[in-house]
């Protein structure tokens, strides 16, 4: 189904400067360093820039269209690409725009489309990845790229529907109202939940209020479907009180679930358990070992289930999944040593899941290299603390820290009895490669764990490239 400029005018009330109602708008971008030949570039206005001044960048690097606000245009350059065939159109606001036109895109599939919505403190995106890949065996899947799950994302990803038969969309968020906002656009079909943790607790100040905001998804939902983690000890609550108007339908590996893990063995690079699907059983290899893989393939087989896969189809999708890059991210390198690069965020959930892997390897020595968690508030300190009680709890050989909070670890980790000698704590990336590079030997398994922010990631690609410097020179 095609979009055209006379759907955008509509749907935006946006006034075309030049161009043809009738041209058809595929390919939307907002970056003008990934414009391909007759995209639809939109500018959008952000906090350390505005995409709406690079519009003629836009179309001299091959755009058809580009959508823009507040911007003066000269006579000649409007006679200008006029001459070349382009469309300007011009809108009060992009950002909206860019929500209405996601919105008349979602709308123009209806019922026909099948719309998974993601959410969640951990898990959210590679529970989006092994989701996709089940549906796939089926239909014909968009999924939300990265995590680009937020108000710009979101539509964008929306946006990139081209007669699909299932879309699964993550759906992020820093505060209550924002989920809401994204349901309304996406208009899932089924709604995941894949548990409630601390991520954010500094801006929503309670877990409760956390899964407030992530109950927010079924506002957009014409049929209220929920998949829920019932593992989680809040989502568990939330599932036998009342909610009568919502069907639910659990995982879990603890709790009692319509999909539930059983007899599970987690071997060098798998894991490996029976599925009990409704009182059908049946086993499964999951190509990544570590319990919280067994949980996102229970969800993924529980919304495989509900859009009508045969088992056949779900176990395919679930053995052959692969994550998203820097999202436990494992390299085995030619010196024998294991990175686990898991450095695109952490939450003190997925820090805990994220340790209890390493300490499930068979590393020579196990390391930890952990960064600063964001956006904890008055948490901060204390769930910092509770990451350095894991470090000791799984015996953990070394541990590497960066950052003004993640001292916080290593002070807990020294208070639990952690071997002073074997904590190194720096300021800056320089000092912490450095010392990586010359202390890494044979047989070591190093994770790496931070919040985004932290770029921790440099550190791992800094390395790697000093591995691959070493290997050139022999």
Same mark, same amino acid.
């Given at each position: ?19 043809? !109602? ?9 970056? %003008? ?8 570039? /939109? ?16 179309? &001299? ?7 823009? *606000? ?13 001459? *070349?065939?382009?469309? +300007? /159109?011009?809108?009060?606001?992009? &950002? ?6 996601? %919105? ?26 092994? /989701? ?56 899932? %079909?089924?709604?995941?939940? %894949? ?18 905001? &992530? ?6 939902? &014409?049929?209220? +479907? ?54 059908? #059983? ?119 820290? /960066?950052?003004?909070?993640a001292k916080f670890i290593v002070d807990e980790a020294r208070v639990k009895g952690f ?10 990336? !320089? ?17 790496? #764990?931070?919040?985004?922010?932290? #770029?921790l990631f440099e550190v791992v690609e800094e390395y790697l490239e000093s591995i691959n410097d070493e290997f050139r020179k022999k």
């Amino acid at each position: 189904m095609e979009m055209t400029i006379n759907d955008i005018l509509k749907c935006t009330e946006g006034k075309l400067i030049i161009g043809n !109602e009738n041209k058809i708008c595929n390919n939307f971008s907002k970056d %003008t360093r990934t414009i391909n030949k007759n995209d639809t570039y /939109i500018g959008i206005r952000g906090e350390n820039f505005d995409g709406n001044l690079f519009w003629e960048e836009a179309l &001299k690097k091959g755009a058809s269209t580009v959508i823009i *606000q507040k911007i003066e245009l000269a006579p000649e350059k409007i006679e200008k690409y006029k001459k *070349q065939n382009k469309n +300007i /159109i011009q809108v009060d606001d992009t &950002k909206k725009a860019l929500e209405q036109m996601a %919105t008349f895109k979602r709308n123009m599939y209806g019922d026909k489309l099948i719309v998974v919505g993601v959410t969640g403190s951990v898990g959210k995106t590679s529970t989006k990845d092994i /989701i996709a890949n089940v549906l796939s065996k089926k239909y014909k899947t968009l999924k939300t790229e990265g995590n680009n799950n937020n108000d710009i994302g979101l539509p964008l990803t929306i946006l990139k529907l081209k007669d699909h038969e299932a879309a699964v969309v993550e759906m992020g968020m820093n505060h209550l109202g924002e989920i809401s906002k994204l349901t309304r656009i996406a208009k899932p %079909t089924i709604s995941v939940i %894949t548990n409630v943790g601390t991520s954010h607790i500094g801006n929503l100040g309670s877990r409760e209020n956390i899964l407030k905001a &992530k109950l927010e998804i079924l506002e957009g939902m &014409k049929e209220k +479907i929920v998949v829920i983690n019932n593992d989680n000890d809040l989502l568990y609550k939330w599932n036998i009180d009342n909610n009568n108007e919502v069907k639910k339908y659990t995982f879990g590996i603890r709790s009692k679930s319509n999909c539930m893990a059983e007899q599970i063995f987690f071997n060098k690079d798998k894991s490996e358990f029976t599925c009990n699907l409704m009182q059908n #059983k049946f086993k499964l290899e999951v190509p990544i070992k570590g319990e919280h893989f067994v949980l996102n393939s229970l969800c993924a087989i529980m919304v495989g289930h509900l859009c009508g896969l045969s088992q056949e189809d779900i176990e395919d999708g679930i053995r052959t999944f692969s994550l998203t890059k820097k999202r436990m991210e494992i390299s085995k390198l030619n010196n024998n040593v294991t990175i686990i690069n898991d450095s695109y965020n952490a939450s003190f959930e997925s820090m805990k899941a994220s340790i209890e892997y390493l300490a499930s390897t068979d590393g020579v020595r196990k390391i930890a290299v952990l960064g600063d968690m964001f956006e904890l508030g008055e948490f901060s300190e204390e769930l910092h603390r509770k990451v350095g009680d894991e470090i000791v709890k799984n015996n953990i050989d070394f541990l590497f820290a /960066i950052g003004e909070n993640a001292k916080f670890i290593v002070d807990e980790a020294r208070v639990k009895g952690f071997n002073d000698k074997n904590i190194f704590y720096y300021k800056t990336k !320089e000092e912490l490669i450095n010392k990586i590079k010359a202390f890494i030997e044979s047989g070591d398994v190093i994770l790496f #764990k931070a919040s985004n922010g932290m #770029k921790l990631f440099e550190v791992v690609e800094e390395y790697l490239e000093s591995i691959n410097d070493e290997f050139r020179k022999k």
